[in-house]
């Protein structure tokens, strides 16, 4: 049953990426660039979900992970001329250094506290980019050269690459994740979630199991943060704010925590709930608020958590 | 060999045959089944003119953008009944960046792939200017920023990235500083917000003072989450002469009350951006304190005695009194220093694209070719914040600036500077960047 479940599993994951790599060539060009945008946008929901589905550990400072990436991205094209592979790179170590030195501290803590902690973190990288605003330009940002946003010759701003590339980090990311999912490690993670005492009792080291979820969740973020730079050819502090942090939760959320694909689901919903109620109204945040609501009442799990619950048991 | 001659056919008086009628009265008959044909034929000539609006309507710049939407608005209304541009009407599409770079993006992209929109055009912000111009670069869509920043100028943007209708910060105070330095003295402490647009006055100011032989003696950068002010003041070094403020956000009417309580009946000449007070009554409870203190205005918000027709004209179209607040509610004060800026560019709009026989998306390349050329606006209902002069190569205006005085609880003119004193060696030249 298990190795069915296992091959329906493989099967939907591997059709939903065909489905994205063929909709490229029938997306009208506005939808084709924001499922492009989605896909980035998801891949770092994803790497959220790795701490706070899998683990439980809910951060509200995944905005500095997602920032170093970007900043590292966009410092080193800006005044050392590294281009677009080398940027991704440094994306991931700055988010891979930056979640390893922040665990280390604020793992020590748990529930309120390390949301905390977490926060403080955030808000520390946040007004750093100000601190440091004769490279940053604080606030205002500043856009990486375009000569620069090429990987392997390919240039970054084409919209066919650019959805190539966003759909190849996408894949990566949701590899990673199933891989986390279906592993012992993420069945330890998900232990840790549900009774981290008992876990610990069973002779696991917790610590270390979480340190290393939130170093694969922050490198993952990294390098996210370094792609939607190169990709999008803009880095500004806004990124390291509070409400990017919070993105990453709501998105999950919604999609459904500690489900693979989830993060996609509520990614690309909260998106087009953003994109089309604008149009109609400036409260459009209201709306968003109000769907909110209205999953918490009726998809408390979010959208696939609750889908796995009633009907799909074999979701990951 | 016999030429057959068949006689002519009696022709019609009216020159119209049966045979014409006939295929004339079919074609009618078809197109009138077909009512797809009519409205493209049509479309060829009066389709509107599609203006993507990307206006602040929530965030930060929430009070600005209302006053930029009914200002766009109000300048859309005159061209249409001005005959449109090109005899087409103008259709503004306005879309709500939420003050933020992301969405901004994303609403640029929307303007040019979904809403087929001619040209992008608006936004103040300026970290919303910078995370978007690279979209409508990669979009090859013009993107008309009302921004008064010095990325434009700065060569940060791209060709497709224009300021038509307003100076920017650098061309601003460099114009401040020969007035300041002559009439409320030499050495100068600067309170800014600490980022970029705060590190901005600093840097020119400060080059700016240098150059007319003053000096500024203190740099004191105020962190954005800051909400209290007492801590900042008693840093200002002794021997000030003048107070320069640029602080912006939620915090500025704390910032005045705290610093009127430090210095008391005693203080330095203070001198200060109106960015600080946009869309607030000066005569607030707490702002008595500015009394006597002067301020930097891109446009004065009171009507003065030399104020032009022109300025009338846009006050009374845009609906703002003589007082700078709404002629609907006293209480909606304007964001005057700043919003004809989106009246002068969307003039600017119109003046490129008649000049470059503007027909469509094909088009915008000569589009910006067209503005590059302009040189010389005159001072006309078009522009009624006074005379400028383009720069093509920068893509940047420049204009006259003026310093008013608060007295009798008004903003009172007291100098309008020249238009060459903000000129600036150009940093950029677009026009060798492809199209």
């Known amino acids: 049953m298990r190795s069915r479940w296992a091959n329906k599993a493989t099967v939907l994951h591997v059709g939903v990426i065909a489905v994205l790599f063929a909709l490229q060539f029938v997306l009208p060009e506005y939808h084709h660039v924001n499922l492009a945008r989605v896909m980035v946008l998801a891949s770092f929901a994803m790497g959220y979900n790795i701490a706070f589905g899998y683990t439980g550990l809910l951060s509200l400072g995944h905005a500095m992970f997602f920032a170093a990436g970007l900043y590292a ?63 940053t330009r604080g606030d205002e940002g500043f856009v990486i050269p375009s000569h620069l946003r090429h990987l392997f010759g390919l240039f970054l701003a084409e919209p066919a690459t650019r959805y190539f590339v966003a759909l190849s980090l996408f894949a990566l990311c949701l590899a990673i994740s199933f891989a986390v999912a279906r592993s012992s490690m993420g ?70 925590a500690a489900t693979v694909l989830g993060p996609f689901v509520g990614t690309l919903l909260m998106f087009y709930l953003v994109d089309i109620s604008s149009g109609f109204t400036s409260a459009n945040m209201l709306i968003v608020g109000l769907a909110l609501i209205g999953l918490i009442l009726f998809f408390p799990k979010g959208i696939l958590g609750s889908l796995r619950e009633r009907a799909a048991p074999w979701l990951p | 060999m016999v030429e057959s001659v068949r006689p002519k056919r009696k022709q019609p008086v009216s020159g119209v045959t049966r045979r014409k009628a006939l295929v004339g009265l079919g074609g009618a008959a078809v197109s009138g089944v077909l009512p797809g044909f009519v409205r493209y034929a049509q479309a060829q000539s009066s389709a509107p003119i599609k203006i993507g609006f990307q206006v602040h309507r929530t965030g930060i710049g929430a009070s600005y953008g209302r006053w930029y939407d009914r200002t766009t608005k109000a300048a859309a209304l005159l061209i249409n009944e001005s005959g449109g541009i090109n005899g087409r009407p103008v259709e503004i599409i306005a879309e709500d960046d939420g003050t933020d770079p992301k969405r901004g993006a994303e609403v640029v992209e929307k303007f040019a792939t979904q809403h087929g929109a ?243 998306p094909g088009d915008r390349a000569k589009l910006i070719e067209a503005v590059e050329s302009i040189t010389d606006m005159a001072a006309s209902q078009a522009h009624p914040q006074g005379a400028k002069l383009f720069n093509g190569k920068t893509h940047q205006v420049f204009g006259h600036q003026y310093i008013s005085q608060v007295g009798g609880g008004k903003l009172n003119v007291v100098h309008r500077t020249a238009i060459e004193d903000g000129f600036y060696k150009d940093e950029v030249d677009y026009t060798s960047q492809p199209l």
């Open chain 1, 187 to 256: 069945r330890v993670l998900a232990a840790i979630r549900e009774n981290e005492e008992r876990t610990r009792m069973l002779g696991y080291n917790v610590f270390l199991y979480k340190l290393v979820a939130l170093t694969i969740s922050g490198a993952m973020s990294g390098l996210v943060g370094a792609a939607y730079g190169m990709l999008f050819g803009y880095v500004g502090a806004t990124f390291a704010s509070i409400q990017y942090s919070i993105f990453p939760l709501l998105w999950v959320l919604m999609g459904g």
């Open chain 2, 118 to 360: 001619d040209v992008a055009f608006g936004t103040l912000f300026s970290h919303v200017v910078i995370g978007s111009a690279p979209r409508a670069g990669e979009l090859k869509i013009p993107y008309f920023v009302v921004s008064e920043g010095h990325h434009v100028a700065s060569g940060m943007l791209n060709r497709y990235t224009l300021q038509p209708g307003i100076t920017d910060v650098k061309s601003q105070v460099q114009s401040m500083a020969p007035w300041v330095a002559a009439n409320l003295g030499k050495k100068v402490t600067m309170i800014y917000p600490d980022f970029a647009f705060g590190h901005d006055h600093r840097d020119y100011f400060s080059a700016a003072m240098a150059a007319q032989g003053g000096e500024v003696i203190g740099k004191i950068a105020i962190p954005p989450t800051e909400s209290s002010f007492f801590k900042y003041f008693p840093k200002i070094p002794r021997g000030t002469d003048v107070l320069y403020h640029v602080m912006v956000g939620p915090g500025v009417l704390t910032f005045v009350k705290e610093m009127g309580e430090f210095f008391g009946s005693k203080r330095p000449e203070i001198f200060g951006f109106i960015d600080s007070l946009e869309a607030v009554n000066i005569n607030s409870p707490g702002l008595e304190f500015l009394e006597g203190s002067y301020f930097w205005e891109g446009n004065p918000r009171y009507a003065q005695a030399q104020s032009t027709k022109f300025d009338a004209f846009y006050r009374a179209k845009v609906g703002v009194d003589a007082t700078g607040a709404s002629v609907n509610d006293p209480k909606d004060i304007s964001t005057y220093a700043h919003m004809f800026g989106c009246w002068e560019t969307l003039h600017v709009i119109k003046q490129g694209m008649e000049s470059a026989g503007y027909r469509g």
């Open chain 1, 73 to 135: 991205a966009g410092l080193m094209a800006q005044f050392a001329g590294v281009s677009a592979a080398g940027g991704l790179l440094l994306g991931v170590a700055a988010g891979l250094a930056l979640a390893a030195a922040v665990g280390c501290l604020a793992l020590r803590t748990t529930g309120v506290s390390f949301m905390i902690v977490t926060l403080m973190f955030a808000q520390a990288a946040f007004l750093a980019t100000f601190y440091f605003g004769e490279y």
